[in-house]
């Protein structure tokens, strides 16, 4: 497939941080069975949680492809963290579907 320059991008980042920051320590998250919240911090920082959701909910509104580009890359790196993105937006829709979507901008509590 071909991406566009924003697409790569963001694919790019991804990929950095999957083989610089996950691949390293993937054994030992395994093996505490748990994903340091700074690490998530830093994958919301860098834009590769919830960047499908719009912008007005705190995401970048990016298609379902390139969604499913960056958790490739992440899972790379740890199959366990590369599923984080997809947490937020299951939470979201969830949020939405239960009637929550009047208590704030984006259809979700915040």
């Given amino acids: 497939m071909i991406f566009a320059e924003d697409q790569r991008a963001l694919k790019d980042a991804a990929r950095k941080f999957s083989r610089e920051q996950l691949a390293p320590k993937y054994q030992q998250r395994e093996r505490e069975a748990r994903i340091d919240r700074d690490l998530v911090r830093e994958m919301g920082s860098l834009g590769l949680i919830g960047m499908d959701l719009p ?3 705190g995401g970048i509104g990016v298609d379902a492809v390139t969604t499913g580009a960056i958790i490739e890359e992440l899972s790379y790196g740890d199959f366990n963290v590369g599923a984080v993105p997809s947490f937020n937006r299951s939470a979201a829709l969830s ?8 208590s704030g901008p984006c259809g979700c509590r915040g």
């Fill in 55 to 57: 912008e007005r909910c």
């Fill in 95 to 102: 949020s939405r579907r239960m009637g929550r979507s009047k």
